[in-house]
């Protein structure tokens, strides 16, 4: 079965810089895109942006540009999010979501249970 | 703040039907997709709907989904108790360049 298994929780200070991991399995790992969306406490879901396992070619959202950082290793179908310059407002679950379009229109089939980052002083 | 916008919450008794808006602009709804996400607090979204009105496999016909203009919607009908979530709405906004998820809904079913 498909599975999105994240790393664990993590705890930052302010300014550092974190990485989560999402090990992919259960399907072909370069047959899907891969997305990370964050939700913060008590709030909705934001995007943030994609990346195509193929090629590594990332698309970030604007709120994130010059931030993040999504890169991927085939030879262990994991995923990668780094973002750095943390900020409080930044504590949040953060998210890998398969997509089965790999286009616009995307939507996700797949979700992992999230990696909670905490940045806090 | 989201740029699409939900009601923050709906409310039905069991057996009923429920409906929750998805209201966007010609930039996103009008011109794209719309998926829909139910999410238990504490666990992963699950998929409900992809392609405005498509259910994957394993989601029954109670949930369908639907569009007009700049506006989505998701009618759950035959509630149940155990339809009690969190409800996001999802589509890209072709100026943008983003996807954008809706606000969220609480269903209580009463």
């Known amino acids: 079965q498909v599975q999105l298994v994240h790393s664990g929780a993590e705890v930052r200070n302010p300014g550092a810089s974190v990485t989560i991991s999402c090990k992919a399995s259960?399907?072909?790992?370069?047959?899907?895109?891969i997305h990370w969306v964050r939700q913060a406490p008590g709030q909705g879901l934001e995007w943030m942006g994609i990346?195509?396992?193929?090629?590594?070619?990332?698309t970030y959202a604007q709120n994130f540009q010059g931030r993040v950082t999504m890169t991927r290793d085939t030879s262990t179908s994991t995923v990668y999010m780094d973002l750095s310059s943390l900020r409080s407002e930044d504590t949040a679950v953060y998210s890998c979501?398969?997509?089965?379009?790999?286009?616009?229109?995307?939507?996700?089939?797949?979700w992992g249970q999230g990696t909670l980052v905490t940045v806090s002083s | 703040q989201s740029v699409l916008t939900q009601p923050p919450s709906v409310s039905a008794a069991p057996g009923q039907k429920v409906t929750i808006s998805c209201s966007g602009s010609s930039s996103n709804i009008g011109k794209n997709y719309v998926s829909w996400y139910l999410q238990v607090p504490g666990t992963a979204p699950k998929l409900l709907i992809y392609?405005?009105?498509k259910r994957p496999s394993g989601i029954p016909d109670r949930f369908s989904g639907s569009k007009s203009g700049t506006s989505a919607a998701l009618d759950i009908t035959g509630l149940q108790t155990g339809d009690e979530a969190d409800y996001y709405c999802?589509?890209?906004?072709?100026?943008?360049?983003?996807?954008?998820f809706g606000g969220g809904t609480t269903l209580a079913v009463l």
């Open positions: 392609d405005t009105d």
């Open positions: 979501a398969r997509d089965p379009r790999g286009y616009n229109n995307y939507y996700f089939d797949y």
């Open positions: 259960g399907y072909t790992f370069t047959s899907y895109f």
């Open positions: 999802g589509t890209w906004d072709s100026s943008l360049s983003a996807v954008l």
């Open positions: 990346i195509n396992p193929v090629t590594g070619r990332t």
